[in-house]
């Protein structure tokens, strides 16, 4: 199943994807080769409003004379954003995925690590098309209302499909 198939199946069914995954015996690379593409598609979403940041920042250092070599120009905002969210963001997913597993098991949850990361990150990956449309707003409009009330429907909507694929990793 392709991977756009898979992330319009998991909003209609995540029980069902998620116990095709754990049946079907993935391994630690599809975790990875999930996380991976969801930290990629976060990082593009970034690039409206890194644009519009070099774009604001270079016409500010213009009015107030500043030196243009101070002002950090859209490949550094770019290099800089590429490295956070293929290198630093994956670590802390992976953390977060070892937390989760954690405070499941002092509920008495039995959950196998590598379904808890597959139910993280195939949730990352399925509100990634989300953060998408976030990235547009937020390089259109800049940061306002309209960017945050979208912000909070992704998380709102991550934390519940996570859920639902947690809970089919548990059984």
């Not at 909003?11 to 990629?40: N, S, T, Y």
């Not at 519009?52 to 954003?81: K, S």
């Not at 139910?119 to 990634?128: D, E, K, P, S």
């Not at 306002?144 to 991550?158: C, D, K, M």
């Amino acid at each position: 199943m392709s991977a756009t198939t898979e992330i319009f199946e998991t909003w209609r069914r995540p029980a069902q994807v998620m116990r095709r995954k754990l049946d079907r015996g993935v391994g630690e690379e599809h975790a990875l080769i999930l996380l991976f593409a969801a930290c990629f598609l976060f990082y593009v979403a970034q690039w409206p409003r890194l644009s519009r940041e070099a774009h604001l920042g270079l016409a500010y250092a213009q009015e107030t004379g500043l030196p243009l070599e101070e002002v950090p120009g859209i490949q550094a905002l770019l290099g800089i954003n590429l490295f956070a969210f293929l290198f630093m963001v994956p670590l802390i997913f992976y953390a977060v995925a070892a937390l989760s597993r954690l405070i499941l098991r002092l509920f008495r949850a039995k959950i196998d690590p590598l379904a808890a990361r597959i139910a993280l990150f195939q949730a990352l990956l399925c509100t990634a098309p989300l953060m998408l449309f976030q990235g547009l707003l937020a390089g259109f409009s800049g940061p306002g209302l309209s960017v945050t009330a979208v912000g909070v429907v992704i998380a709102l909507a991550f934390l519940w499909l996570w859920s639902q694929l947690l809970r089919e990793a548990m059984r």
